[in-house]
């Protein structure tokens, strides 16, 4: 009797040992797994979301960087000088206007040394180029403007001489002249010179017997530094 308790006991003991774990037991296991993974996947996705917000700031930076460079003028970019329009432009096709330089509304702001006080001269006579006087016989004020501007300006023109040249004409047809008058504009601009910019010519043209001439010529000067006289006549410094 006695040796058969101790027996029953240990075969009892095997048998709690060896029976199967509770249900909840393990279901609870697993939630908290299953948990532990999930709050590790969303810190991942927080972390790759900070990353993501960082990278967006970077590249909005660098476009605006960009679109800041792509806007900003070159070292050629005539842009670089500011310019500012000085003055209204006079209307086409008037008396004032065969004459109207339209660069010189555009004046240099930046770069100028303090002392520079660029300007144009006063209207002063000069003398009617050769060829071109009384006794010349030129068919249209076009024509006679034209040949003059090929002799006065074509040699020298984009060398040592103006950039570019202007023509004008203003006829009886455009109400301002008289028939049998006109008025001629030759504007040189952009001389390889420190002192003097560019020159305006102004014509007043007749209509002879035999075809157009120059009456009456007069002259100006626009000045890079400033207006002086030379020989009791305005020029340039």
Do not use: K
């Not at 501007?149 to 570019?164: I, T, V």
């Not at 003097?196 to 010529?217: I, Q, S, Y």
């Amino acid at each position: 009797m006695h040796l058969r308790t101790p027996a029953l006991a240990l075969a009892l003991c095997l048998v709690a040992a060896c029976a199967p774990d509770d249900p909840d037991d393990a279901d609870r296991a697993r939630e908290a797994e299953l948990e532990a993974e999930r709050d590790e996947l969303e810190a991942e996705r927080d972390e790759l979301e900070a990353e993501l917000g960082e990278l967006r700031r970077e590249n909005e930076a660098l476009r605006q960087e960009l679109a800041d460079a792509e806007a900003a003028p070159g070292p050629d970019d005539p842009q670089e000088t500011d310019l500012r329009l000085a003055g209204e432009p006079e209307p086409a096709r008037t008396e004032d206007g065969v004459t109207d330089q339209l660069r010189a509304y555009f004046m240099p702001v930046d770069d100028l040394p303090d002392e520079w006080q660029p300007g144009v001269t006063d209207w002063h006579p000069t003398d009617v180029p050769e060829g071109f006087g009384a006794g010349a016989a030129y068919d249209s004020p076009g024509a006679l403007v034209t040949a003059l501007a090929e002799q006065e300006s074509g040699p020298a023109l984009g060398g040592d001489g103006a950039w570019e040249v202007t023509l004008r004409v203003l006829t009886a047809d455009d109400a301002e002249v008289a028939a049998g008058e006109a008025i001629g504009g030759l504007l040189e601009w952009g001389y390889l010179d420190d002192a003097t910019a560019g020159r305006d010519l102004r014509l007043h043209l007749l209509e002879g017997d035999d075809g157009w001439f120059v009456d009456e010529a007069a002259q100006r000067f626009h000045c890079r530094r400033a207006v002086t006289e030379v020989d009791d006549r305005p020029g340039c410094l």
